[in-house]
């Protein structure tokens, strides 16, 4: 039985893109997902996992969309509508009981902490999930790298990549139908192939780091629960 079982990690850091919270819409923020996600959320935190979780932007603004503007600016851009993501999982959170956090890379005092290291990590302690807001503070990284990066510095055992697609493929499935579907590859593999599990830094930084990453779809209810507990979906990287 499923409620016997363990979770086979101790503390994950979960990657949300903000295309995947959008739902169908493509843009904004959908309701039902958010609510979908904390309840994952919620069953998570019940079996004594410590959460924490890096959330795009991409749903509000790329950076990339920004071509009559330099990168900095439109990365600074980007980095806000992280926040507003934040904010919005963790109302969602709350409203199921999950106690949450938002820590910010870039000083927003009003409304979420300032990221500190060990503040984080004693969140994490006490069982409330962290969210990390605005990216690494920095233009030019991405929020895969801010994954990697407070991955490595939280010491969690896992980067769990919930995308909008359910595995790493070798083309964009939706455009290339004889796309190969991968079930699991090396850090390295990851890298020479250019797939576009995450940025090459990223992928850098969690091959440096020895830290695995697990690739799968968010859309499906249960997903996150599934790889919690090692299942075998998606893509794993290691």
């Known amino acids: 039985m499923k409620e016997n079982r363990q979770p086979k990690y101790k503390r994950i850091v979960?990657?949300?893109?903000?295309?995947?919270l959008a739902g169908e819409n493509r843009f904004g923020l959908n309701e039902a997902m958010l609510s979908q996600v904390a309840d994952q959320i919620k069953e998570i935190a019940a079996l004594g996992v410590?959460?924490?979780?890096?959330?795009?932007?991409?749903?509000?603004?790329?950076?990339?969309?920004?071509?009559?503007m330099d990168r900095a600016t439109a990365d600074y851009m980007g980095m806000l509508a992280t926040v507003i993501n934040a904010l919005a999982l963790q109302t969602a959170f709350e409203a199921k009981g999950i106690p949450t956090r938002v820590l910010t890379a870039i000083e927003m005092r009003e409304i979420a902490?300032?990221?500190?290291?060990?503040r984080a990590m004693a969140h994490l302690d006490r069982r409330i999930v962290v969210i990390f807001a605005a990216g690494t503070g920095n233009p030019f990284f991405s929020t895969d790298?801010?994954?990697?990066?407070?991955?490595?510095?939280?010491?969690?055992?896992?980067?769990?990549?919930?995308?909008?697609?359910?595995?790493?493929?070798?083309?964009?499935p939706q455009e290339d139908p004889g796309a190969v579907r991968y079930s699991a590859l090396t850090h390295r593999e990851v890298l020479e192939k250019g797939l576009g599990v995450m940025d090459s830094t990223a992928a850098s930084?969690?091959?440096?780091?020895?830290?695995?990453?697990?690739v799968f779809g968010l859309s499906e209810?249960?997903?996150?629960l599934r790889a919690v507990y090692g299942e075998d979906i998606g893509t794993i990287v290691r």
Request: glycine share 10%; hydrophobic share 40%; proline share 4%.
């Open 205 to 214: 930084l969690c091959r440096d780091n020895d830290i695995p990453i697990h």
């Open 221 to 224: 209810p249960g997903n996150v």
């Open 14 to 20: 979960l990657k949300i893109s903000g295309e995947a």
């Open 50 to 68: 410590e959460i924490a979780i890096v959330v795009g932007g991409g749903n509000f603004w790329r950076g990339r969309t920004g071509k009559n």
């Open 113 to 118: 902490e300032p990221y500190i290291r060990r």
């Open 145 to 172: 790298t801010t994954a990697a990066l407070r991955a490595a510095e939280i010491e969690a055992d896992i980067i769990l990549l919930a995308k909008k697609v359910d595995a790493v493929y070798s083309a964009d």
